[in-house]
């Protein structure tokens, strides 16, 4: 049973940039949160989705959007990119009716 | 909202002494608080959870109380092994898996052979 996949394993890009972050969700889950980790912090929650809606969201602005697929795999999508999105992006899945998270290996977003 | 605070930020025992972690939660609401372990490079996994129903609850050398009056909530790690060593986070929630979790800044857990 495949866990939580997330690619790229790491990206560099450039202050202004746009970039792209994919998950595929565990087996089974329907929900698909994503939080962003600065280095030495604890996840942030960034936003939710189920059922191909945005269903919460945390305290990021607008530059940070989102997608959900039939499948439920989801995107991560980050504009005008700053030297403070440097961070370690990571997913989680989980059932909706349930209560475990679970994480994926993380993308670790580079800005310079 | 809800804020999480964890302490100490650093831990370190020798390899077999036990380890506790201590967090404090403020939102009443909270029902449900899972710990992970993340080790260097890798993603949270989740190692134990406990929520608002139940005091305490095992998992081999793991274990979590929570204390409801308190609000506060910690995770005891007894016969400590060098492989134990990692940054654990504490998190809290009010609905589990169809809500946000929210997290405490982390424990580095050094465990010394």
């Known amino acids: 049973d495949a866990g939580v996949t997330q690619s790229p394993t790491h990206l560099i890009k450039t202050r202004g940039q746009q970039v792209t972050l994919r998950c595929s969700p565990k087996s089974g889950h329907d929900t698909v949160s994503w939080y962003q980790q600065a280095l030495g912090q604890g996840p942030q929650f960034i936003f939710q989705y189920y059922e191909e809606e945005e269903r919460q969201r945390g305290n990021f602005p607008d530059r940070f959007s989102g997608h959900q697929f039939p499948n439920y795999s989801s995107e991560l999508n980050v504009n005008a990119l700053l030297l403070g999105d440097s961070a370690l992006y990571l997913c989680?899945?989980?059932?909706?009716?349930?209560?475990?998270?679970?994480f994926g290996p993380g993308t670790r977003l580079t800005v310079t | 909202g809800e804020n999480v605070e964890q302490h100490p930020s650093t831990l370190s025992v020798q390899e077999g002494d036990s380890a506790v972690i201590k967090c404090t939660y403020s939102?009443?609401?909270?029902?449900?608080f899972p710990w992970y372990k993340q080790e260097l490079g890798k993603g949270p996994q989740l190692i134990i959870d406990?929520?608002?129903?139940?005091g305490e609850k095992k998992d081999q050398r793991i274990a979590v109380t929570l204390n409801k009056t308190a609000k506060h909530f910690s995770l005891h790690i007894t016969e400590t092994q060098p492989e134990d060593s990692a940054v654990y986070f504490c998190?809290?929630?009010?609905?589990?898996?169809?809500?946000?979790?929210?997290f405490g800044k982390g424990t580095k857990l050094t465990v010394n052979p």
């Open positions: 406990i929520r608002s129903n139940v």
């Open positions: 998190a809290a929630s009010s609905q589990g898996g169809s809500e946000k979790l929210v």
């Open positions: 989680a899945s989980s059932l909706e009716i349930t209560y475990e998270q679970y």
């Open positions: 939102d009443s609401a909270s029902n449900y």
